[in-house]
């Protein structure tokens, strides 16, 4: 079992910046690829960033050259640095695990519960 804690969500005017955080706890798993999703009121939950195991990354159109994901693995840790933020950006962001279980041997995906942030124009 996997345990995610996303921080950092907040209140910040449009042309801010938050970084959020996620860390992955639990016991006999390995990390593999891991994301960042955005959900808004109304809306479905959309990838914005993902960084896979090496570092490659991939981003929405809608926030290509404003945020950033990175990972410290030594921590379990997955960040999204969010810069020039917008009103759009406002809602729920949730941070999901790619991870292969090493007691059962498969691989599983897990999620956070989220943290909000609130964009105000």
């Known amino acids: 079992q996997v345990h995610l804690m996303e921080s950092g969500g907040g209140l910040v005017q449009a042309g801010g910046s938050l970084k959020l955080s996620c860390v992955a706890s639990?016991?006999?798993?390995?990390?593999?690829?891991m994301s960042w999703y955005h959900e808004s009121p109304g809306q479905d939950r959309d990838e914005v960033a993902w960084?896979?195991?090496?570092?490659?990354?991939n981003y929405a159109t809608s926030v290509e050259g404003r945020f950033t994901i990175s990972r410290d693995d030594s921590k379990g840790m997955v960040y999204l640095q969010m810069d020039s933020l917008k009103p759009e950006d406002t809602g729920i962001y949730y941070c999901?695990?790619?991870?292969?279980?090493?007691?059962?041997?498969?691989?599983?995906?897990?999620w956070g519960k989220g943290t909000q942030v609130t964009v105000s124009s």
């Open positions: 960084i896979s195991l090496n570092g490659r990354t």
């Open positions: 999901k695990v790619h991870v292969w279980n090493m007691d059962v041997e498969r691989y599983e995906d897990y």
């Open positions: 639990g016991t006999a798993f390995r990390l593999t690829d």
